[in-house]
């Protein structure tokens, strides 16, 4: 009832396109408050901060974000101070605005609408440009699905891509990305005490024990329905409600704004960023678009990199002020000032242990060759065995007593690996440094005795004192192997030939006497979905379904190709 009063009210107030809520003069700023009344007659907040005494028509440095914080005018505020007009909005639900928050749905259109009213201002120049990270990184791409006139480049850091890399990747859905649905929704702003509470692990433990349905979850909280969360389960595919959020194939050819993405080989983020990326160069005949990347994680590559990541102290070269190179990239494009120095070349990637940036014209260049190895009895082998043979492996469902998991970024150097029933596979010692440059890929060829199964493949550097270096993992489900769109199940009992593309970018110089190592393993925790392989819909799957044990069969023709740079 509340909610409906408020709605009613605010319509009865605001019948035009928007409406200033509080201007105010604030030291040597003029800031504003809109509520902006989208074309299909939602409602947004926009703030706005300018210079005072600024008479001139200024571009729009502008964010969208579901992030609504207090602190966000110092965001806007330093665009002002920088030349331009600072301007924050957010999604539907957020700050002022009425309703109930849904993340990613409705936010490329809603920015379109921002933008159109942006350029309509007296302050504006009829230019625009975004920025930001994570969240922050997928609303530009959202606004490019349509992209409006006045939006002239953007900078997405670490940006998200729903349905890709959240809340699922490769087609399983992780846990983690639950409690943020109520971070972001419990109120107009962010609820951190909730979202950085003991519960959450407790109550994936809780889900993880009983081999209960994972639809379930927002159930086991006791807070009613959670209608994010609903959304996200009833789409295990990469399916329209997914394409609606973000540019889909051919889409990316009209993006012909230049782009500058930012991410990094520990970015939970990577995988969607080096979608749009790919996807741009796929399907864009001149796309304008630069890439920097190094040994940072989510947050770090964003604008602020640590200078010890993880245990991992970065090289002295990776240690540069992305947040200064954002503004030099925006006085490149809207003041004619040089382009950034940095930027050498189109990509641009430093290798972790060399201390050395590299520029190269694309993401292809990050590697000139390609190391096969076979997963042949608990070695790498280079060479393709004479004979087939097997690795054989059990997965009992049932027992919680264990648990799988890709999650291994808590630190980056191990003294041991917790292998738990991985299988293990490791190289020859290296007779010469090596630079592993690039994503690593494979083919698994495997038998199972069910429709399915989730798995990971991990990769580590095993140095010459023995410990052990983390660098990249992929993670998928095998029904989905050659198209994210449309499911295949397995058929128990036949040879299945299981290709994976899709995993983290890296680099790294190893060490002569070092051994690639490999840690392949089915998916069994309680940080993401468990595939019981009957073939219905994962999160409809309980401990019911696994009355029979997983057996697999990985024959030693299966192979991963490491690219490197020599």
Known sequence: MRKFFSLLLLCLIFGSIA???????????????????THDGAFVTVMIARKKGVTEKLPTIFQFTIYARRSDTSKIQEA?????????AYTRGKWNSPGEPLAYETDGRDAYDVI???SKQPWSDGRVGMYGGSYNGFTQWAATKKLHPALKTIVPSAAVAPGLDVPMTNNVQMSFVFS??????????LDEKDYNGPQWNQLYWKWYNAGLAYHSLDSLTGRGVNHMFGHWVAHPTYDQYWQNMIPYKKEFADINIPVLTTTGYYDGGQIGGMYYYREHLKYNANPNHYVI?????????????????????????????????????????FKNKPKPAFLKDKFNFEVMGS?????VPSLKQMSNDTLKFYLDNSRLNPAKPLKKAFASQRVNFANRDSISSYYFLNQLIYDTLNTGSSLVFKSDPLTQPLTVSGAFSGVLKTIINKKDMDYHVVMFEEMPDGKYFYLTYFMGRASYATNPEKRHLLKPGQMETIPFTNSYITSRQFSKGSRIVILLNINKSPFEQINYGTGKNVSDETIRDAKE??????????????????
């Open 19 to 37: 409406s200033a809520q509080n201007k105010k003069a604030a030291g040597p700023y003029l800031r504003d408050s809109v509520l902006l009344k």
């Open 80 to 88: 002002a101070d920088r030349g331009y007009v600072g301007v924050m």
């Open 116 to 118: 159109d009213w942006i």
């Open 180 to 189: 943020w649905t109520y971070y972001t929704s419990n109120n107009k702003f």
């Open 293 to 333: 990347i190094g040994p940072y994680g989510h947050f770090g590559s964003q604008g602020h990199p640590d200078s010890v990541f993880n245990g991992y102290r970065i090289d002295d070269v990776a240690r540069i002020n992305i947040h200064e190179i954002i503004y030099k990239w925006f006085d490149y494009i």
């Open 355 to 359: 201390n050395e940036w590299k520029h």
């Open 549 to 566: 044990p997983l057996q697999i069969k990985w024959f030693n023709d299966s192979y991963i190709n490491v690219p490197v740079l020599r």
